[in-house]
């Protein structure tokens, strides 16, 4: 047994626990704070294994917290990594529209935008697409410029650097599996350890909902992970990206389709598509576990999105398992790549939490209950919004948590 008794244990060492560490370290130095994570190292999934874009907020519902946290977010993101010389560029993209059925939705967009004040936005014709993207080929378009790519890994290195720096705890190799309430304690029993803290953030991306519950949560929503394949483009591939280009996406989903990133470590990305996943973290087409896999189909709710959606889940897994097929998708941005331009890369399974009723929770959720918030939904643009979000947790814990 540890016999510290922490002010608060944070579950999780990704972007989002990191910044609720920094954040309350930051107002609040004198508190004893740790960060229990569970692999051997930081930043380790849905973090360090995302597209590294800084999303501008322009997608978003106007009002939402992903709205207001993602522009918030993003402007203290590129402000702490100019200070802190985190790696990123703030290089712009377009988004494509390449068929008059999308000039609607991507109208919508452009208001939203306007709507969540992001900066510099405009309306581009297709000259003007092909001015930023030579091989790009679309009938209208957006141009983000304050759209940026970083490294996510580094940022979360850096945050871990300054929590210790401010007296506050980072260990690894904890995976949490139980916890104890006795009086005014917590004991969270973490892999062959103990330990007592006062109150309890759980930020543990696709076990959000299940840390929740081994604390008495009953959640309204599951986490079901999907699974994004990307491929990388070859040198004479990577001549045909600039920087970053996104289709107009499908209003009925939350993703934002297979597209185009430049990566701030050099290359080029393409993907990712999305498709359920037997495993929360199971990289490759064919890993499988069981109580994943049980928890997921014995859910009304994954059901329900299968059979609302069959036809978009039915065409995102051939595009998984056929080269020719997401090569096609890519093509319709960029009509001149080729087989040859494009070599199988690397995954990422995203945290998508889904209600009774088969909808997906777009929005952040964050809930308390007994000493603990839970961050039971941050999924994309939550890298981008952490900082935002950790000031969100932060300003909830003042609330609910009886610290001084």
């Not at 994954?302 to 595009?319: A, M």
Request: glycine residues 8%; aromatic residues 10%.
């Amino acid at each position: 047994m540890d016999e510290t008794v922490y002010d608060v244990l944070i579950i999780g060492g990704g972007c989002v626990g990191l910044a609720a560490a920094y954040k309350i370290i930051l107002e609040k130095p004198h508190l004893k704070i740790a960060v229990l994570e569970k692999e051997s190292k930081l930043a380790t999934h849905q973090t360090g294994r995302n597209s590294g874009v800084i999303h501008s907020g322009i997608y978003y519902k106007p009002g939402s917290y992903k709205a207001k946290n993602c522009v918030e977010g993003r402007r203290e993101l590129v402000a702490f990594s100019k200070h802190y010389q985190i790696p990123h560029d703030i290089c712009g993209k377009i988004i494509v529209a390449t068929h008059m059925s999308e000039l609607d939705h991507m109208n919508s967009v452009f208001e939203n935008g306007i709507k969540n004040e992001v900066e510099g936005i405009e309306k581009i014709n297709a000259d003007q697409i092909r001015e930023r993207e030579p091989f790009c080929t679309g009938i209208e378009g957006i141009w983000v410029p304050c759209t940026g790519i970083i490294d996510y890994v580094a940022l979360c290195n850096k945050l871990a650097e300054l929590i210790c720096a401010g007296g506050g705890k980072i260990m690894t190799g904890m995976t949490v599996r139980h916890f104890i309430r006795q009086g005014t304690e917590t004991i969270v029993i973490a892999s062959e350890r103990k330990f007592k803290s006062r109150y309890i953030i759980n930020c543990s991306g696709l076990f959000a909902d299940r840390i929740a519950a081994l604390q008495g949560v009953k959640p309204d929503m599951q986490i079901v992970g999907f699974r994004g394949d990307y491929y990388e483009l070859s040198e004479k591939g990577m001549k045909k990206v600039r920087n970053l280009i996104y289709p107009v996406p499908n209003p009925e989903f939350p993703f934002l389709g297979v597209h185009f990133t430049r990566l701030i470590q050099g290359g080029v990305e393409c993907g990712p598509n999305a498709v359920f996943t037997f495993k929360r973290e199971g990289y490759s087409k064919s890993d499988f576990n069981l109580k994943d896999t049980i928890q997921a189909l014995s859910f009304k709710g994954t059901w329900k999105l299968f059979f609302n959606h069959w036809r978009f889940g039915l065409d995102e897994y051939r595009r998984a398992f056929s080269k020719k097929l997401f090569l096609e998708r890519l093509q319709k941005l960029i009509p001149s790549l080729t087989m040859e331009d494009i070599i199988p890369g690397r995954s990422g399974v995203r945290a998508m939490a889904l209600a009774p009723d088969g909808n997906m929770i777009d929005d952040f959720k964050i809930s308390y209950h007994d000493h603990a918030l839970h961050v039971l939904n941050a999924p994309s643009p939550a890298a981008t919004a952490c900082l935002a979000i950790g000031s969100a947790i932060r300003t909830m814990a003042n609330e609910h948590f009886s610290y001084s």
